[in-house]
């Protein structure tokens, strides 16, 4: 039997609602107090926004986004157990503007479709897959669209991209990122 572990939706239309997620030592749902601070960032209404997690894993960015009125939701997984935990979570919330995608995210941004709003990029630490999937992301920007990454290190991103806002909570960097005009 596979171990589960919770997280709480902090806000919108499911808050305080726990959606599950496989125990695995890959998955580190965003922490309460960073998506709190990510949202403040944002907003807190993403109505009418479209919105890419990538590495979706426990699905916690994703499914605040939806909660907070996103018109879509696209989640990318790779893990299959991480997958049947997001579709469950899917099901019980009713969350129909989330399309989930079980595919590798590298794939997925060179073949698919679309333009997204906000882009969450969460992906395991120290798996080298930031760098390899920073440079595919501005083809799937909307103008003035927004990216989100958390990582084990400060970001100290290339020209492409400006650091909007930034932040850090214990081990966790996290920053929003837009296209620098100037570069």
């Known amino acids: 039997m596979v171990k589960t ?3 709480r939706i902090i806000g919108g239309q499911w808050r305080s609602r726990l959606i599950q997620f496989a125990d ?6 965003t922490p309460d107090r960073v998506r709190e601070t990510l949202f403040n960032w944002l907003g807190q209404d993403l109505r009418g926004k479209t919105c890419l997690d990538l590495f979706a894993g426990s699905g916690a960015l994703g499914f605040e986004a939806a909660s907070r009125g996103a018109r879509q939701v696209t989640m990318i997984e790779q893990n ?4 049947r935990n997001l579709r469950s979570s899917i099901e019980k919330l009713g969350a129909s503007q989330v399309q989930l995608e079980h595919a590798d ?4 941004l060179t073949t698919g479709s679309g333009r997204y709003d906000v882009i969450f990029v969460d ?12 440079p ?4 799937k920007l909307e103008e003035d669209g927004l990216v989100y990454v958390e990582s084990s290190d400060k970001l100290l991103p290339d020209d492409t991209w400006s650091i909007w806002k ?15 005009l100037n570069g």
């Open 5 to 7: 572990d919770r997280i």
């Open 24 to 29: 695995d030592e890959l998955l580190r749902p």
């Open 80 to 83: 299959m157990k991480a997958v």
């Open 105 to 108: 995210a590298r794939v997925f």
């Open 123 to 134: 992906p395991p630490f120290k798996s080298g897959l930031l760098a390899e999937v920073l």
């Open 136 to 139: 595919l992301l501005p083809a």
């Open 166 to 180: 930034q932040s850090r909570a214990s081990y966790v960097y996290y920053c929003l990122l837009n296209l620098n």
